[in-house]
């Protein structure tokens, strides 16, 4: 496993049972559910550990991710990137305290994250990490109003992303 420098992470509290989000976040395509940038996710193999599926993003970008670790009910790790791009880790967990549900992605980007720290902590915590929070806040906004409405999020319907929208 790569050895990364940073990470960020989103923690977000959810009005749901941890069964109603675990069958969302664990379903094939879901993605194309809640995830604002997401124009399609296509499984190519699913469910459980060594999962891939592809993520194409309204930028034309296509991802692939592949899962590395499953733990039914509490959450997954992937790796994801674009074609000829180095890695990325993801992992999410599913969290159950005092009857709160809370779901918490953390992501290891490979940009300006790996070697040498001191080369690399200014333009990560001001490039990579605020990008990758609005990003992670947007998916927080598309989960709960998917699960509050159970209508798909639009096209970049909490904003647009520098990155990942058009």
Not at 8 to 27: A, F, G, R
Not at 44 to 50: A, C, L
Not at 120 to 133: A, H, Q, R
Not at 140 to 149: A, F, H, M, P, S
Request: charge should be positive.
């Amino acid at each position: 496993m790569k050895k990364f420098n940073f990470k960020v992470s989103h923690l977000m509290k959810l009005n749901v049972s941890t069964d109603k989000l675990w069958s969302l976040i664990s379903s094939e395509g879901n993605l194309e559910f809640y995830h604002p940038f997401c124009k399609k996710n296509i499984a190519k193999s699913w469910p459980g550990i060594n999962s891939i599926d592809q993520l194409q993003y309204y930028n034309g970008d296509i991802y692939t991710r592949k899962f590395i670790n499953w733990i039914d009910n509490v959450g997954y790790d992937l790796y994801i990137s674009k074609k000829n791009y180095p890695s990325s880790l993801v992992k999410w967990r599913i969290q159950e305290s005092n009857g709160i549900i809370k779901l918490n992605i953390t992501i290891y980007p490979y940009v300006f994250n790996t070697g040498y720290k001191i080369l690399n902590i200014i333009p990560f915590y001001t490039f990579v990490k605020p990008s990758l929070n609005n990003y992670l806040k947007n998916i927080e906004k598309g989960l709960i109003y998917y699960l509050k409405t159970n209508k798909k999020v639009k096209k970049n319907q909490f904003g647009n992303h520098n990155w990942f929208s058009k």
